[in-house]
Nanobody, 119 residues
């Protein structure tokens, strides 16, 4: 059973930075991609950024320049560096991993971690 554990969230003032970590229970190479999503109160979960198995990255247009996804393969960990944080970035942030096993698609989720940005 794949387990993803997020850490690094908390309370930060507007303009500050946080780095979220997502530690996987196994090798992150087994996943074709890992991603971060977030869900603000009263809103739907939205995609933040993805890092592919080949190390390629993509992020939501609205967050480019402020949020960066990266990974440490040796630590089986994916990171989300968040800079110039705004109150509207307040949300629960979720780590996601996707893999194909045969023709079946599997998605795994962390438990989520709260990020609160005060004005």
């Amino acid at each position: 059973q794949v387990q993803l554990a997020e850490s690094g969230g908390g309370l930060v003032q507007a303009g500050g930075s946080l780095r979220l970590s997502c530690a996987a229970s196994g090798s992150i190479f087994s996943f074709n991609a890992m991603a971060w999503y977030r869900q603000a109160p009263g809103k739907e979960r939205e995609w933040v950024a993805t890092i592919g198995n080949d190390g390629s990255t993509a992020s939501a247009d609205s967050l480019k320049g402020r949020f960066t996804i990266s990974r440490d393969i040796a630590k089986n960990t994916v990171y989300l560096q968040m800079n110039s944080l705004k109150p509207e970035d307040t949300a629960v942030y979720y780590c996601n991993a996707h893999e194909w096993i045969g023709i079946k698609s599997y998605n795994y989720w962390g438990q989520g971690i709260q990020v609160t940005v005060s004005s």
